[in-house]
């Protein structure tokens, strides 16, 4: 009887685990594309020209434009999307993740310090050059920072995933309201503190 259980379940957690994996990645299609519903199937299905006013551009702050599923419908069922980080002088892209695929970014136009923290809390950094590719692995924090006062930063990223999603520690913990006595007792800080740093955020 006990050994029967025991299989029972082995069974259930095997069959929770593959249905956890596929929820966590991007579905297999069982054709070549999917066709948006109302869409013509011609060149212009697969183009997107939503990236072309973005280089030479001048911004203020940080800046990513999404080239994913929601931006680029044609993108459902290929796992991979993109994105276009630009840095003006000394801004950051925050410490976040990206649930559902690991991050491979290109510099394009600059410098960039960047880094990220893995499961047992050490962290990896590097300083990019123009022309260097640094990959963050799937779920990991990791961030961007333009140390340079002098120059911007540009990187393209690709994702393995056609919805990467991000979830961006600052915003998540300080902006979706969270009780500040949790956060307090959690950052070990008091109320004050906490209030403060969400007053930051704020536009």
Known sequence: ????????VLVVVAVFSISSMAQASDPDILSDFIVPVGSAIDGNLFTFNGTRAIFGSVIQKFSVTKVGKAEFPVLDGQSVSLAVLQFPRGSVNPP???????????VVEGS?????VDTTNKLYTQTLQVGDLFVFPKGLVHYQYNSNRNELATAVSG?????????SLPTTLFATG??????AKSFKTD???????????SP
Not at 96 to 104: C, I
Not at 178 to 183: C, F, G, R, S
């Open 112 to 116: 960039l310090e960047v880094g990220f």
């Open 96 to 106: 976040h993740t990206h649930p559902r695929a690991a991050e491979l970014l290109f």
């Open 178 to 183: 969270i009780d500040d006595q949790i956060l």
């Open 159 to 167: 994702f393995g995933s056609a919805n990467a999603g991000t979830v």
């Open 191 to 201: 109320i004050a503190t906490i209030q403060k740093i969400k007053a930051g955020l």
């Open 1 to 8: 009887m006990a050994s029967f259980f025991l299989k029972t």
